[in-house]
């Protein structure tokens, strides 16, 4: 009977098969990848499709970044003075007099 209870155990606790990705879905994995790799390398993401030059250049992916780190400063900036900004205030308004 451990036997048979073992094994039902073994059926009842099995992970499902594995999800196997499609060889499309396999090549855009990897074309983000490697596009990762090339804009953090200071290298531009192109390609030509339909006569038309596409993707990410460096230039447009810094810019992103930086505004990107613009807005998280500004965040913590924010953070950082809220505590004060009733005193500041009062304060500005004192020295007004």
Do not use: C
Request: net charge negative; aromatic share 10%; glycine share 4%.
């Amino acid at each position: 009977m451990g036997a048979l209870r073992a094994a039902q155990w073994q059926y009842d606790n099995q992970l499902p098969p594995p999800v196997s990705e499609s060889a499309a879905e396999e090549a855009e994995a990897r074309w983000f990848d490697d596009g990762i790799a090339e804009l953090l390398a200071r290298r531009n993401v192109v390609f030509q499709r339909n006569f038309h030059q596409r993707g990410v250049t460096y230039e447009r992916f810094a810019q992103a970044v930086d505004e990107f780190a613009m807005g998280q400063l500004e965040e913590i900036a924010r953070q950082l003075l809220t505590p004060f900004a009733k005193e500041a205030v009062l304060a500005q308004a004192e020295d007004a007099e």
